[in-house]
């Protein structure tokens, strides 16, 4: 995984960060380089060790081309997603920490949807809004767009999947997530 200093990544769960060093560091296991990150969201400070980059999820924002594929995604109401609350937040948890873009997705479409049915718990709604904070914010970095303009259109493609309910439901301002 090549990054270049200045450069805008992903940190799964964490959301876009910056690369702001290359170094190098004396580890027990010898000298290893590794990517000073600091995360927009709360000006936090990481290092991953290269080696560690892929296997962490680490990657670029996706393209524009992938936003397009990512909204279509989230308008189409087809949802895999486990009944049991305990099987359902294990597997939300897990798919939240691939890194995967369209994996956040499916927590967010799955998440969504179960609370236009119920109220969620507290961990479960937590988890929809960072769902959505890391969605809207990657996909708003991707086209150079306002994260308002951003969480419309994910409201919209929502509204599309699971009808009107979408919009009364979302009341979290992504920028507080």
């Given at each position: 995984?090549?990054?270049q200093v200045g450069d805008k990544v992903i940190y799964p769960?964490?959301?876009i960060g910056v690369v702001?060093?290359?170094?190098?560091?004396?580890?027990?296991?010898?000298?290893?380089?590794?990517?000073?990150l600091r995360i927009l969201a709360n000006d936090s400070k990481v290092w991953i060790p290269r080696d560690s980059a892929t296997g962490v999820g680490l990657r670029a924002v996706v393209k524009t081309t992938e936003v397009e594929q990512l909204i279509d995604?989230?308008?189409?109401?087809?949802?895999d997603q486990q009944a049991n609350w305990k099987g359902r937040f294990k597997e939300n948890s897990d798919r939240m920490r691939t890194g995967s873009i369209f994996e956040v997705a499916?927590?967010?479409?799955?998440?969504?949807?179960?609370?236009?049915?119920?109220?969620?718990?507290?961990?479960?709604?937590?988890?929809?809004?960072?769902?959505?904070?890391?969605?809207v914010s990657e996909m708003a970095e991707a086209e150079g767009a306002s994260e308002t303009v951003m969480e419309e259109r994910v409201d919209r493609a929502l509204t599309k999947a699971f009808g009107s309910e979408v919009l009364s439901a979302s009341s979290t301002p992504v920028a507080n997530a």
């Open positions: 995984m090549e990054f769960n964490h959301g702001e060093s290359i170094d190098t560091r004396s580890m027990s296991e010898g000298t290893v380089t590794g990517f000073g995604h989230l308008a189409d109401s087809n949802i499916e927590v967010l479409k799955g998440l969504t949807h179960l609370s236009l049915r119920k109220a969620l718990s507290f961990r479960e709604k937590r988890m929809l809004d960072r769902a959505k904070f890391l969605m």
